[in-house]
């Protein structure tokens, strides 16, 4: 065996043990999917088998992975982490540069590194973006990036914590694809929260619960959540609407929409097709080259900031930088205290209740799990209720226990009378909870009534 993991137990410092007695044995050539809900130990679990968590516990070849000098390691084993954003270097200009990055610094000869960053870009489907800016990738293109960094390292094993989750439904079985081609000699150990990608790729599919792995055993799907009020009137307008990262290739030219209000919208298309920057221009976080855009009456880009604030309320896909306080129920005050609305405490217990997260109110946000982290960022944009929340991808690396609380708060949110916009590539998600779906594609933008398209 390659990699071998004997007894493998961890604990965070006064934590419980999240991994107790943990058996797994991956051949030269192994594909194993871990697939387990959020907190159970998948990224602890990446770290272990990485070497970085210092156990005697994994082997290399029947040799403690820990005794191995880091830079021997980096030819054994690469992870590519749930945000493969913080993996790039920042100091390539271009898609082909960063994937040059590791290599370069393990000082290999040119024209070795000229092959392997070319092989890397192939296997990842990026021969295309080669000269693209890194920081101009969609969140799928930056996962693929992440990953040939990763390959162009060689390594005997590769690690991928939570790589779908970026990804559309094409984009997931696309990738998984491209995995199951590489090298026949080459280990790879995913962690997941769905197996059906992993499984239609052969990979072997193992359950992480209570600290150790068992044989995986399907989870049912929950059902359709009540059904909303119909909308009423229009909460968000576009007029005449253009916009270009780039001059010379326009995003969006001419877009008119109206959305109505107190409807959950599944903002839905492929990967870099704008939907972000679609609700980044709704928020007033981008400006378009032409056009107007209101919510709830109030102009975007000529409004006051607060007065924006008070009317709308976004999680990033990246929910983490939205964090300021030192703990949940702070972060949730924030808002409230902002508007001067009366009794920010209440509004703030509340709505970390609605999220399932009033036992955790003291705890540090940038201590809890993802999916914690994700919901957390949500009871704080709806405390100060705004009457538009824009959702980019929360429920995305979400088990299906945090995916219920989300959609029982969207739900809510919508019944009393808001409207969630909310990107989304979950179909089965999509399915559950929208009310319309706005399709954006090839620049062009189309809201419809999900029961008219059914």
Do not use: Y
Not at 196 to 215: E, K, P, S, Y
């Amino acid at each position: 065996m390659s990699l071998s993991l004997r007894g493998l137990r961890f604990s965070w410092p006064g934590g419980p043990a999240v991994l107790d007695g943990l058996d797994l044995d991956l051949p030269p050539g192994g594909r194993v999917a871990v697939i387990a809900g959020n907190g159970a130990g998948k990224s602890t679990l990446a770290r272990c088998v990485a070497g970085l968590a210092g156990s005697e516990a994994v082997l290399w070849r029947g040799r403690p992975l820990s005794a191995v000098a880091g830079t021997d390691r980096v030819a054994i084993a690469q992870l590519v982490g749930q945000r493969p954003d913080l993996q790039l270097s920042g100091r390539a200009a271009t898609v082909r540069a960063e994937i040059a990055f590791g290599p370069e610094n393990l000082g290999l000869p040119r024209a070795l590194i000229r092959d392997r960053v070319e092989a890397a870009m192939q296997a990842m489907g990026l021969t295309a973006l080669a000269l693209r800016d890194p920081r101009r990738l969609s969140g799928g293109e930056t996962q693929r990036l992440a990953i040939a960094g990763a390959l162009a390292m060689r390594p005997a094993l590769l690690i991928l914590d939570e790589p779908l989750t970026d990804l559309d439904h094409e984009a997931r079985d696309g990738l998984t694809e491209r995995l199951s081609r590489l090298a026949p000699d080459m280990s790879i150990l995913a962690l997941d929260v769905s197996a059906d990608a992993w499984r239609r790729q052969g990979f072997q599919v193992m359950q992480l619960r209570d600290g150790r792995l068992q044989r995986f055993q399907d989870i049912p799907q929950p059902s359709p959540l009540a059904a909303r009020p119909e909308p009423r009137g229009q909460l968000v307008t576009i007029r005449d609407l253009d916009f270009a990262h780039d001059p010379a290739r326009p995003l969006f030219r001419r877009v008119e929409l109206d959305l109505p209000q107190g409807a959950a919208i599944a903002v839905t298309g492929p990967n870099g097709a704008g939907k972000t920057t679609l609700m980044r221009l709704i928020a007033g976080l981008e400006r378009p080259s032409r056009g107007r855009i209101t919510v709830a009456g109030v102009e975007v880009g000529r409004a006051k900031p607060k007065d924006l604030a008070a009317v709308l309320g976004m999680v990033f896909q990246n929910a983490d930088r939205q964090f300021l306080a030192a703990t949940l129920q702070d972060e949730a005050m924030m808002g409230p205290r902002l508007h001067r609305l009366p009794d920010p405490p209440g509004l703030a217990r509340r709505a970390l209740a609605a999220l399932g997260l009033e036992a955790l109110a003291h705890a540090h946000p940038l201590d809890l799990h993802n999916g914690a982290r994700r919901l957390t960022a949500v009871a704080a944009a709806v405390a100060p209720r705004p009457q538009l929340l824009i959702l980019d991808e929360t429920q995305r690396g979400l088990d299906l226990r945090h995916q219920r609380q989300l959609e029982q708060a969207m739900t809510a949110f919508t019944q009393a009378g808001g409207t969630v916009l909310f990107v989304c590539h979950d179909e089965d998600f999509v399915k559950r909870n929208a009310s319309h779906r706005l399709a954006v594609s090839g620049g062009l933008v189309g809201l419809h009534s999900v029961m008219e398209s059914e």
